[in-house]
């Protein structure tokens, strides 16, 4: 009996133990907690790539920028800009980040305008690493790279040099979407041959791709018939705009021409929608190929290397971790001064007892030469 008279009722029927609800807690804790995801996105500049990423999450992440003169991008290296926003949708909060590559193939020299990019994201991976291997596990956030979209240039016949350099310098560090950029520029039948090239390069070079997950034989045939559609469309051929035009009194994203209007979000116009889907529905599925595949590969190559792990510093800290952070960086520098100390006894005893085996062999062997003489 309660404290107040009431009998505790059974949520469920006799014969239910009740386990089949564990999803539903899972859920709330998820919801509760919030979700992150980091997308970078990849390629020269007048791609479209601010502009997609707009049209993605309905969000102005990137506002009006000023595009650099042609003497400046002469001498221009890559920089790694990255913007942060809480978007809430049904009460279910999503912390993206979304890491944009200024500078990216611009320059006149390309040859190492890749490495800040494979930089940055090993800089994530050791972040984590530290964070992971500090007292303070619960508030670790995830800023690694979960996906990245590479936008391909639909002038060319292909992949350029540099794009396969990339790809190919960074396929098992992060997750690969290529990205067929301004699909508007080219025929549907220009499109199709241009997936093909690129997809033979791709196989060619031996560049892996983001996996799409296979289908379970027990999903249902909506499921299945979407994954199939999705892994048939890459490169996704896009097109994005932030501007909203009438069409047959039905307003629509998309870009106005002299020849009619290409409909963002129209499967027959371009594969947004599908991009969308593929981003949306496998967000679970690219956080934990990160985790369980790029980030065990880094873990496991620097744990092989030997190398010391590096002092947790505090200023690396996030700033809104929680009020004991101080008590915390104390506790952290305890912990290394009595590690210190030790080590310290530990050598000491070693060298005492190299010193006693010293004496000990030193005496046997006096006394076998007194007893030969």
């Known amino acids: 009996m309660a404290a107040d008279g009431r009998q505790f009722v059974n949520p469920e029927q006799s014969g239910y133990v009740g386990f089949a609800n564990l999803p539903n807690q899972v859920h709330r804790k998820s919801v509760k907690k919030g979700f992150e995801f980091t997308l970078m996105v990849v390629g020269e500049s007048g791609l479209g790539k601010s502009t997609l990423v707009n049209s993605l999450f309905l969000t102005d992440l990137y506002p009006e920028r000023q595009i650099p003169t042609a003497l400046e991008k002469i001498q221009q290296t890559v920089k790694i800009d990255a913007s942060t926003v809480e978007i809430e949708e049904r009460g279910v909060k999503l912390r993206l980040t979304v890491v944009d590559t200024p500078g990216f193939g611009?320059?006149?020299?390309s040859v190492d305008c890749f490495k800040p990019i494979i930089q940055y994201v090993d800089?994530?991976?050791e972040r984590y690493l530290n964070d992971e291997s500090g007292l303070n596990r619960r508030h670790i956030i995830d800023n690694r790279v979960h996906?990245?979209?590479y936008f391909i240039n639909p002038s060319g016949h292909g992949l350029r040099p540099l794009d396969i350099?990339?790809?190919k310098a960074v396929h098992h560090k992060v997750n690969i979407v290529p990205v067929l950029a301004k699909a508007d520029t080219l025929t549907k039948k220009e499109v199709l041959n241009l997936k093909r090239k690129v997809m033979q390069q791709i196989e060619q070079y031996g560049i892996s791709l983001y996996p799409l997950p296979d289908c379970d034989d027990d999903e249902d045939e909506d499921y299945k018939e979407q994954c199939r559609q999705l892994k048939a469309a890459v490169p996704f051929a896009v097109v994005g705009s932030n501007t909203i035009i009438e069409v047959k009194g039905k307003k629509v994203r998309g870009?106005?021409?002299p020849w009619g209007v290409v409909e963002v979000e129209n499967p027959d116009h371009c594969d947004f929608i599908k991009l969308r889907t593929m981003l949306?529905?496998?967000?679970?599925?690219l956080q934990e190929v990160t985790q369980e595949v790029h980030y065990e590969n880094f873990r496991a190559e620097r744990?092989?290397?030997?190398?010391p792990m590096p002092s947790k510093k505090p200023s690396r800290a996030?700033?809104?971790?929680?009020?004991n952070d101080n008590q915390v960086d104390q506790r952290e520098q305890a912990l290394q001064e009595k590690e210190k100390e030790l080590r310290r006894m530990q050598e000491m005893l070693a060298k005492m007892q190299a010193e006693m085996e010293a004496q000990k062999s030193g005496g046997q062997q006096n006394g076998v030469r007194s007893h030969n003489v």
């Open 280 to 285: 949306i529905t496998h967000m679970q599925d």
């Open 123 to 125: 800089d994530q991976f």
């Open 165 to 167: 350099a990339f790809m």
């Open 106 to 109: 611009d320059s006149l020299n």
């Open 303 to 307: 744990l092989a290397s030997g190398a």
């Open 255 to 257: 870009r106005m021409y």
């Open 318 to 323: 996030p700033a809104n971790t929680n009020r």
């Open 147 to 149: 996906c990245c979209f």
